[in-house]
């Protein structure tokens, strides 16, 4: 994995099969797992982080347009969402429920180090890989060490939305 994320829908889906497969799931963190990309990552039977990976957490996150009835339609299924995720980083990791979502409402990044040690992760591997993020201004507590050089940024980017064909 070395993502910034996604659909939380896509991510659970992806999260069920992965966890209802009889194979045995080994997940790689080579760059960094985000968002839902970090949800996904937790179906893993073994997850292993590169040294210098990260795993990020956040709330969910969505967009309404509407009515107020509408927009506390969508804060309360958002609400709803973020406590199926949070239950399911506490199945993996087995850290108490507040503090989970205490990290989910700071957007909380974890180092490789850090993500053995709160159990996002089994054990670190050797650094792959230079990463960066292509997205960094959708996230608000980036680190240092994920901030690209703007050629970096865009040799990323171009790199996902190739691979995906999504257009931003």
Request: aromatic share 8%; proline share 3%; with cysteine.
């Amino acid at each position: 994995i070395d993502s910034p994320g996604g659909s939380e829908t896509d991510a659970r889906t992806s999260y069920t099969l992965l966890t209802e497969h009889k194979a045995e799931i080994k997940v790689s963190i080579d760059g960094y797992a985000a968002s839902a990309a970090s949800f996904i990552a937790m179906a893993g039977d073994e997850i292993a982080i590169a040294e210098g990976g990260f795993v990020m957490i956040h709330e969910a996150r969505g967009v309404t347009r509407g009515t107020a009835a509408d927009h506390e339609k969508n804060a309360a299924l958002l609400k709803s969402i973020s406590d199926t995720i949070a239950q399911t980083y506490v199945a993996r990791t087995g850290q108490p429920k507040a503090k989970v979502l205490q990290w989910m409402a700071d957007e909380t990044w974890f180092d490789g180090k850090d993500a053995v040690k709160y159990k996002f992760a089994d054990r670190t591997i050797e650094n792959k890989r230079i990463t960066a993020c292509a997205f960094p201004g959708e996230f608000k507590n980036l680190p240092m060490a994920l901030r690209p050089t703007v050629v970096r940024a865009r040799q990323v980017k171009a790199r996902i939305l190739e691979r995906t064909g999504n257009v931003r």
